[in-house]
């Protein structure tokens, strides 16, 4: 029996592939079908895995559902697909419309790779847009969730460019196509400080995207493993192509769940009352704090603030705040409180603190 070259085996499993699904084979899984021909053909696999695992830059795109768990614990299972499948099925239309490579779904997450294994001159690019893409089709599963009675879901989305090791990584019994490195741990952590509905690029990928996305100032975090701060900004619109990202919240900042002492004392007419008073901040952020105290404190009322950050050794003093809001937990009061004036040495160790609690919760 004549042979058929691999070539062509290879051209009339695409074939098979797009006309019984009406979805073209992605590139990682002709990389793969490639890796198997290869093996049949009597190269082994350890020969196949070296010749696949290469140097390239690639875009890591990595979006993850937020609240998911709290929703999979709360509904039956048969609700919890219900709003899965359909949310993956239009993530991964939108991703294979911009020549995205699905690396892998994690649960929840998805991780999506430009640049591997076919790299194209506009990766960068395309990440982005698919990015933004992907945020507006949540706003619209959204309101069909509304209508039918589900809740909402929300996603955050991070974005890194570097150089990473992109090939087979496995073994003889399975086998995947995928990137390791640290530009892809950075995606992760760059994910992590998303917000729902936030779409954040490293700086890498700023400097391939700025005259293409309207993005938002500059933002620096501490990153795990880093020295330095890593430098981000949030994306806002892509005008050539008329994409804006819907934000579906307005905080300018993660708030993460805190028992911290404060005092506090009351400011009228800009005099600093003398008494001080006790309560617990409940949560905190870059910008703000929701607090529990007995004494009621009028809505935009003026208050300085006192508290210890332990995870970084440090007092937060002359932190001056106004209540913005406010409602009752039983017989105690919770008050949420924005920041108006922060010495920069506070500015610095609160935003440490929270982002130090951040990855905390991740371990």
């Known amino acids: 029996m004549k042979l058929v070259p691999k070539l062509q085996m290879l051209q009339r499993i695409r074939e098979i592939v797009a006309r019984d699904t009406g979805q073209p084979l992605s590139d990682a899984g002709a990389a793969e079908v490639e890796g198997v021909l290869r093996q049949q053909g009597g190269e082994s696999y350890p020969s196949v895995l070296g010749k696949e695992f290469l140097s390239r830059e690639v875009t890591i795109v990595l979006a993850d559902l937020r609240g998911f768990t709290a929703i999979s614990s709360a509904h039956p299972p048969g609700v919890v697909i219900q709003l899965l499948n359909p949310c993956l099925i239009k993530m991964s239309e939108i991703i294979f419309r911009h020549k995205g490579t699905i690396d892998k779904f994690m649960g929840d997450s998805i991780m999506v790779l430009f640049g591997a294994p076919v790299s194209r001159e506009d990766d960068v690019l395309r990440a982005l847009a698919c990015a933004v893409e992907m945020q507006m089709a949540m706003s619209t599963l959204n309101l069909a969730h509304k209508d039918q009675g589900l809740p909402e ?5 991070g974005i890194n460019t570097g150089e990473v090791l992109a090939g087979m ?5 399975y086998s995947e196509y995928t990137v390791i490195g640290d530009e892809v741990n950075l995606a992760s952590r760059i994910e992590a400080f998303s917000l729902r509905g936030q779409v954040l690029i490293s700086q890498s990928t700023y400097e391939r995207c700025k005259d293409f996305a309207q993005t938002s100032d500059v933002m620096d975090i501490h990153v795990k493993g880093k020295p330095l701060p890593v430098s981000l900004r949030e994306v806002i619109a892509i005008p050539s192509l008329g994409l804006k990202v819907p934000r579906q919240e307005i905080r300018r900042s993660h708030r993460v769940g805190v028992r911290l002492p404060f005092t506090h004392q009351r400011i009228l007419g800009g005099i600093i009352l003398p008494a001080a008073h006790s309560g617990i901040i409940r949560d905190i952020g870059y910008h703000g704090v929701l607090i529990e105290v007995d004494e009621d404190l009028p809505t935009y009322s003026e208050v300085k603030l006192g508290f210890d950050l332990p995870l970084v050794d440090f007092q937060a003093r002359d932190i001056y705040a106004k209540i913005v809001g ?30 130090l609690l951040i990855f905390t919760d991740l371990k």
């Open 153 to 157: 879901l929300y996603m955050g989305i």
């Open 169 to 173: 990584l496995g073994s003889e019994q």
């Open 326 to 355: 406010r409602k009752e937990a039983g017989s105690r009061l919770l008050l949420g409180v924005e920041f108006t004036s922060v010495p920069p040495e506070a500015n610095l160790k609160i935003q440490l603190f929270v982002q």
